[in-house]
């Protein structure tokens, strides 16, 4: 029996998973602040709690997202895109293309067979069309970011977002709010800016049949919609879309100890 | 397998020892040159006349090196922002705005005050950015303004009717210096020049090409740079000339002893662009966690695609002037810096080939997406496009460029079949 942890430290929230033999035993999702050390410290213990093991127990920890080099306790340090990539393969073994919408990232990445990395594309030097995005938008309409999603399925006109700035975005919205659109035609309209942005970067690595997505954002039934009717087919997402990063580091760490990810 | 720890980057000691001093020379000289009224031609690197206005006793500036040897000592920002404040916008040119800036403080540069011109050749034309430039100069400086108009290079080869218009237009630059120096064009000084020219081609061309070796006991983009100054700005000089004979010697001495330029050569890559010269050494060790190593790369070629069989000739000096100002790296079309590309990665053994585009530049840069997409969909050829400036330090990001780097070289190592894993190194 051995039970490897995974570390996800991403730019708003950390999450931890434990894998034992391959099985999910433990996970846990925590808002990340200034100590990612101490936030990191946390997430392992939170999972090891729930799953009702000791830390000695863990063989291997693996380190991953921005804050990867701050999994201190850690063996391991996988970049999320590689983490991405093997997670969705372990949840859905057929997928190619994996769409991961974090808080401050998105990334559009070509796997193989194998789960391995072919290709990839991110957004650049810019939180637009991000988790953040989202979070601002929802701010400026007075809604918490969770209930924005199912709201935006309600709407008749979708209104255009045209700016690609998340700054300016905001100011886009508030501009619609004072002229008296509906908020639920505002938020769809949010929600395809998004998806158009995340579209440019699937193309550029290639649209293949089966496509993942992973990360907070895929927790909005809002942007699964969107993503589903411009892409003409049913994405993936599994119930733990939000730890695939996490769950593709515990597998990089079960790997290390010999064992199978499929 | 994976990162391994930063150590100091080796370089050849006795020619990087040299260069620096060649380096500092020519700044004191650009001074001296400008108190003794020497005149000061301006020119830029890629296809640049310089053997025939050195013929006529002129000292040359390339404002591109002087710009990059500003961005390397972190001495850029201020200029640009000067530029800036003079109404160039954000994503004019780093080297425009870097030069127009210097020129509003009076060339004071950290190594050195780079004196004005007395003339502007543009030997380089395929950059609308670059006309503008030394248009700006020369009303700013009333000194005389050469436009050099080279077309752009459609076929591999440069066409006849294409040498002729160039020399036709060497004749008339040749007869204008004449009217301005009062001088006539010395032939055999320029026969001279051009020798030295040939021989300093000559030894950088065996350099470069010691890249194809297993490993490569050269970095061909980060180190390169380098001993790239002698043949950009010094080339027709006795000293340039001279100069790459100690460089083959000590990449020699490293093959006998084994001393490469990283400790295990684990990638093999070919490099496109310009580098980010602010951050210069920050991305450089993103390469050399990985054991990566640039074995071939485009850049150090804008001065002269000379490893691809062209050296000057001073048997026929207008014509092989012509010729190689028509073979400047960035005047040929993309499918011939595609093939290229092509032609290093299969020569050289490259595993991948890595693209740095420049936010500011758009005369080098654009393409290059399409570059990656060819790479990667049809040859095959696993390829990684960054992009951050070659001037401005506000366009590097640390953080993305080097998640964006370990992720490609993860993928690389993945698919040799090692496990994509690193040990924890910031």
Known sequence: ?262 | MGETATTEPGFLTTARERQRQMVEEYYAGLADAGGAKKPIAYMFVGGNLTEIVRSFGYEVVFPEIVALNCAIKHASLPNILNAESQGYGLDVCGYVKNDLGLQEIGGQTPFGRVPPPDLLVCSFSGCYIYVKWWEALAEKYGCPLVMFDVPYMRDALPQPEDIQYLVAQLHEFVALLEKTTGRSLDLAELRRTLANSRQAEQGWVDYLASGRRHPSPIEAYFEAVFYMFPINVLRGTKAAAEFYATVNAEVDERVRTGRYPVPEEKFRLVVEGVPPYPSYRTFWDFFRKWGAVSVAATYPKVGGLFDRGFLHDPARPMESIAEYSLGAYVNQSWPLRRKIIEDYVREFGADAVLIHGIKSCRSFTAGQGDLRDWLIHDLGVPTLYIESDHEDPRYFAPAQIKNRMDAFFESLQQRRGASAIATVTA
Do not use: W
């Open chain 1, 1 to 262: 029996m051995t039970l490897v942890a995974g570390v996800d430290l991403g730019s708003t929230t950390a999450k931890c998973v434990l894998l034992e033999d391959g099985k999910l035993i433990g996970k846990s999702l925590s808002p990340v602040g200034v100590e990612l050390v101490k936030d990191a410290d946390r997430a392992l213990e939170r999972a090891l709690v729930e799953a009702g093991r000791e830390r000695s127990e863990v063989s291997v920890v693996t380190g991953t997202g921005y804050g990867r080099f701050k999994v201190t306790f850690g063996q391991l340090t996988v970049t999320e895109i590689g983490c991405h990539a093997k997670g969705a393969h372990f949840l859905f073994p057929g997928t190619r293309v994996v769409l991961d919408i974090g808080g401050q990232d998105t990334k559009a990445i070509k796997i193989n067979e194998k789960g391995e990395v072919i290709d990839f594309a991110m957004n650049d030097k810019c939180a637009a069309g991000t988790g953040r995005f989202l979070d601002v938008c929802a701010g400026a309409l007075g809604y918490d970011v969770n209930e924005i999603g199912t709201l935006s399925l309600g709407a008749r006109h979708p209104v255009k977002v045209t700016n690609t700035c998340t700054v300016f975005a905001e100011s886009e919205v508030t501009s619609y709010v004072s002229r008296g659109k509906d908020p639920k035609d505002i938020l769809a309209g949010l929600h395809i800016s998004i998806v158009n942005r995340s579209l440019s970067l699937l193309q550029r690595v290639g649209i293949e049949p089966e496509v993942t997505f992973t990360g907070g954002v895929s927790r909005n039934e809002g942007m699964v919609r969107t993503l589903d009717r411009r892409l003409g087919l049913r994405v993936n997402v599994n119930p733990l879309s939000q730890y695939v990063g996490a769950i593709g580091a515990a597998l990089f760490g079960h790997e290390r100890l010999g064992g199978s990810a499929a």
